[in-house]
């Protein structure tokens, strides 16, 4: 099955442990910003040092299967998403695969190294 797959790096994460882990991020950004806010999904999965637009495309058909977020907007290949009220309630109660708990004690554990940049 598709989302049994795993993203290869320092450690494997099958795409639902992905896919909550970034939900959790779009509920972060609209606890701050407003739900009704859009968040471009290539900047939340990038976290995760993910860059293949295939995976995030995944990604964001998986969640909004699941009902948890809506595509708002994608005519510039970049997808701009929100969450849903279904969206909010499954990270409030651990998301799709329960791993946000952990995730969020322990985000350095899943997050990918960035380079560091310098002007």
Known sequence: ???EKTIEGDMQLKLAELA???LADIYDFAQKQGREETKRIHEVVYKF?????IITEKITQYLET???I???DSYTKA???RITPFG???V???GLTGLIPQYRREPWVFLARQPNMTR
């Open 1 to 3: 099955h598709q989302l």
């Open 70 to 72: 809506a595509v708002a």
């Open 92 to 94: 409030e109660s651990g």
């Open 88 to 90: 909010v309630t499954t």
């Open 49 to 53: 040092g993910i860059t293949d637009p």
């Open 66 to 68: 699941k009902g948890c």
């Open 20 to 22: 909550d882990f970034c």
């Open 79 to 81: 997808i701009d998403v």
